[in-house]
């Protein structure tokens, strides 16, 4: 089946991954950045009631979350892991990759569907989409914090194709930095690239994807 629609993740994807904020935070707090990554973020290949998930899908505020985080580090650790200093260590502009935003217009101009599936935070919504044109270069986007549902719950894929116009996951190229939501989009049917962290590798391998 032809492939007419891709479908891309936004942090990671588009910026830079947060491998750099917890080594960062690590280096501070005298921590690994596996153990920043527990505290902060908790488990990647499942959606949990860790904090940061539940503030992925709006339950919770960002000051909420805070404290709930501070927590944690201090049971698990004996360290406070401040959500804001993690927030401080990214670059300011999230570390855009260009590149990919100009291949997203030119998937655009080739008349390809385009959509976002996020996990996000509704206190950062507005800084988020200030560092695209997300109405320019995506027909639908799919918010966590808004939606009630977070990556890697299959039922936000199935909403996004929903909204795309009820779409055969087949037509669909998916792309995350995050292994576990690749996986769960390929298990419903989605080709999909895994990114490393090399935007050039990125576009090289969606087009190796559009060219089947």
């Known amino acids: 089946m032809k492939i007419d629609t891709v479908i891309f993740d936004f942090g990671g994807v ?11 935070l690590g280096a501070e707090l005298g921590l690994t950045p596996e153990q920043i990554k527990d505290i902060m973020i908790g488990p990647s290949a499942v959606d949990t009631d860790h904090p940061w998930h539940r503030l992925e899908r709006g339950e919770i505020s960002l000051s909420q979350a805070r404290d709930e985080i501070l927590r944690l580090g201090r049971e698990a650790y004996g360290r406070e892991a401040d959500i804001y200093r993690f927030f401080d260590k990214m670059p300011r502009d999230a570390g855009l990759r260009h590149e990919l935003v100009e291949r997203v217009r030119r998937l655009k101009r080739d008349r390809y569907a385009t ?20 109405g320019e270069l995506f027909d639908v986007v799919v918010d966590s914090s808004k939606e ?15 909204r795309m116009g009820g779409l055969a996951p087949e037509r669909t190229v998916f792309i995350d930095d995050f292994e576990a939501n690749v996986a769960v989009a390929s298990s419903l049917g989605m080709r999909t690239v895994h990114v490393t962290g090399d935007v050039s590798r990125t576009i090289a391998d969606l087009d190796a994807m559009l060219s089947l």
């Open 148 to 162: 009630g549902m977070r990556k890697p719950n299959p039922a936000i894929f199935l909403l996004t194709l929903e």
């Open 14 to 24: 588009f910026t830079e991954p947060l491998t750099t904020a917890f080594e960062a």
């Open 115 to 134: 959509g976002m599936i996020t996990n996000n935070i509704r206190e950062f919504s507005d800084g988020w989409r200030a560092l695209l044109p997300v």
